[in-house]
């Protein structure tokens, strides 16, 4: 989304992904620094989807305890994920935590914060936007799987804050005291993050579309029984490999472990308040792609739109652009939730063309003033 859709309500709340403090030297620019700027960038209020994801881990804690029958659960934190389950692997729907992503347990409990510290403020007039590693959000936000509507009204990349943060940062001379997680949800942010928080020591991670696709295969074969819980990212290294962030996914990584020995576990218990309605409003369907619409011979027209689409991307099934796979992508794009423009590779190929088109064009120009000069 465009930064300008701020304006659009009276009070704004940013919500940053953990990704987020590990895309700058750590030693240099602290999480209260990054947290500060964004004050300065024009939000009223920052609440950190780390505190969200210490929630998650404790609801889905109790989950674990409370429902002993089915195992493994698998992550719903991965929107490309439950897609993919969606998709390609219904049988293993019911294994989907039932517990709201960080994303959306955030945003609800930074709201209600917001509100309570601001009596008289309408809920309305409160736009929440999360500062995202993925595109994957962004769908997630437009059709949201766990909730009817997403309590989050905008969704702003990495790459498009960094630079203006950046700029901030080296103008503080003392950073606002607003932390509130600890390096439990921080580490949120790397492959395993997730999954070390779980009261089990049966836990298995996999990141990267192929390799949690040959996982689910094992699943599906009925093996695996053992485990108690999996997590599971599309993209190789977790939300560090986004293709949303500006560092390089091991740089981040190296600086996410030395946050590890300055940070406690956690800041402050998790309170029943922060636990209230996380669990999720409805669960996940099967989604199959013969169902593209009601009438019969539009669903054929769309089927076959489908295949045309789908010839142009690159079948990497990477799914950097937010659908678990390129297949899925044309679905969306067919459904009208994406464009194609959303596959970076596609995205990368026309600005070249168009970058060579300008050139050749400026071939064609008249010389300048200048050049007449020399
Ligand atoms: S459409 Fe492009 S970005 Fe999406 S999974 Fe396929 S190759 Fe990756």
């Not at 019969?296 to 079948?315: C, D, G, N």
């Not at 992508?329 to 590779?345: H, M, P, Q, W, Y």
Request: proline fraction near 5%.
């Amino acid at each position: 989304d465009p930064l300008e859709i701020m304006a659009d309500y009276k009070y704004t709340i940013a919500l940053p992904a953990p990704t987020l403090y590990l895309q700058y030297d750590v030693a240099k620019f602290g999480r209260d620094r990054i947290m500060t700027a964004l004050k300065k960038i024009g939000f009223d209020y920052v609440y950190e989807v780390a505190r969200g994801a210490e929630i998650v881990t404790e609801a889905s804690n109790r989950y674990l305890q409370k429902h002993t029958e089915t195992r493994p659960m698998i992550s719903s934190a991965c929107p490309a994920i439950v897609r993919l389950i969606q998709v390609r692997f219904p049988s293993l729907i019911d294994q989907i935590m039932p517990v709201k992503s960080p994303m959306e347990v955030s945003a609800a409990n930074a709201r209600r914060e917001f509100c309570e510290k601001n009596a008289g403020i309408d809920p309305e007039d409160v736009g929440v936007f999360f500062i995202s590693p993925c595109a994957a959000k962004l769908t997630s936000v437009r059709n949201p799987i766990e909730v009817e509507k997403s309590g989050v009204n905008g969704v702003f990349s990495i790459k498009s804050v960094f630079f203006k943060l950046l700029k901030q940062m080296g103008k503080i001379q003392e950073p606002e005291d607003i932390l509130q997680a600890g390096y439990s949800g921080v580490r949120w942010s790397a492959i395993g993050g997730e999954a070390k928080g779980i009261n089990s020591d049966y836990i298995l991670y996999v990141d990267g579309v192929q390799n949690v696709i040959k996982i689910f295969e094992q699943l599906e074969d009925d093996k695996l029984k053992d485990v108690d819980f999996i997590e599971a990212a599309a993209c190789p290294g977790g939300c560090l490999g986004g293709p949303l962030t500006v560092e390089n996914m091991y740089v981040a990584r190296a600086r996410s472990f030395k946050l590890k020995s300055t940070l406690p576990k956690l800041l402050s218990d998790v309170e029943e308040v922060e636990l209230h309605n996380s669990d999720f409003e409805r669960m996940p369907e099967h989604l199959d792609v013969t169902t593209l619409d009601s009438d019969m011979t539009v669903a054929m027209q769309k089927l076959r739109r489908m295949e045309e689409i789908y010839s142009e991307l690159p079948a990497l099934d990477c799914g950097a652009c937010g659908a678990p796979t390129c297949r899925a992508l044309s679905e969306d794009i067919v459904r009208g939730n994406a464009k194609i423009t959303d596959c970076v590779f596609v995205l990368k190929e026309r600005v070249r063309n168009l970058a060579k088109e300008m050139m050749e064009l400026e071939e064609l120009l008249p010389p300048t003033l200048e050049n007449r000069k020399g």
